[in-house]
């Protein structure tokens, strides 16, 4: 339905795609002409934005808004409550860290109250963490003076911060997740948008620790060399299908909605 009929018009190698609705939750990397066609990931870089008039203000904004520099890595927050240890994110964050040369903020130095301090004076943002299924919100460690036993930073709280990051990777569990509105999924990911991120990288549903490990491996390799987020990631699902990673809900997860940028 969507792409067989605009199949012969994609000669550009990247597509960029303004979902309605519910049609955000489509993994649109799987999609392809017919089945048993190549998928579209194979030959395109795939892109997502809200709306045309989110293009054009990440299209419009200033050279020097996005300038800043540094990252910020955050993995296996440690939460009271009942979400268990997320051994997975810790090694996923180690793995960020060391391909970007920054050390992670793990278990109790995850904190809420250091995220937020941080998280407008750098260019990536990476989070390894628990995710809420329904409103993809993450999970971090509580600030010590709070009452709040399980500190799950609603979109709120990035609402009220400013973001010059270029790129927020949200490698948590259901961070697509959200209210759905008329332009699409209402929750984290937008916040960050809203606050002035250029892209970001969310997950639509849950994935293995593996499957996320070699993902994010990939995709950071790639970014790392100069190469574009939408082709880094483009690059890292075809790397996933050559090399045992078949199934579909292994590797089209990742959705990388804003801009294609390069650090």
Request: net charge neutral.
């Amino acid at each position: 339905m969507f792409i067989a009929p605009v199949k012969d018009l994609l000669e550009e190698a990247e597509v960029i795609i303004v979902p309605d609705r519910r049609l955000y939750k489509v993994p649109f990397a799987a999609l392809s002409e017919k089945e048993g066609a190549e998928y579209l990931s194979e030959t395109h870089r795939i892109r997502v934005i809200p709306s045309l008039t989110t293009l054009k203000i990440i299209q419009d904004s200033p050279e020097d808004y996005h300038s800043n520099t540094g990252a910020l890595i955050i993995g296996n927050p440690k939460v009271d409550g009942p979400l268990s240890p997320f051994p997975g994110a810790r090694k996923e964050a180690e793995m960020v860290g060391r391909l970007v040369g920054v050390p992670p903020l793990v278990d109790e130095k995850a904190m809420k109250q250091a995220v937020l301090e941080r998280i407008s004076s750098v260019s990536l943002i990476h989070f390894a963490a628990h995710g809420d299924a329904e409103r993809g919100e993450i999970a971090l460690s509580s600030i010590p003076t709070s009452n709040n036993r399980n500190a799950i930073p609603p979109q709120a709280d990035v609402s009220r911060v400013i973001v010059r990051a270029r790129l927020v990777v949200l490698g948590c569990c259901h961070s697509g997740s959200g209210q759905i509105r008329a332009e699409g999924i209402i929750g984290i990911a937008r916040a960050f948008l809203g606050s002035g991120a250029r892209s970001v990288l969310v997950a639509l549903w849950a994935i293995p620790d593996s499957a996320t490990e070699k993902v994010m491996s990939r995709f950071y390799e790639h970014l790392v060399e100069g190469e574009s987020a939408s082709e880094s990631l483009h690059q890292a699902m075809k790397w996933m299908r050559k090399n045992g990673f078949t199934q579909v809900s292994q590797w089209a997860s990742f959705t990388l909605i804003g801009d294609g940028v390069r650090f």
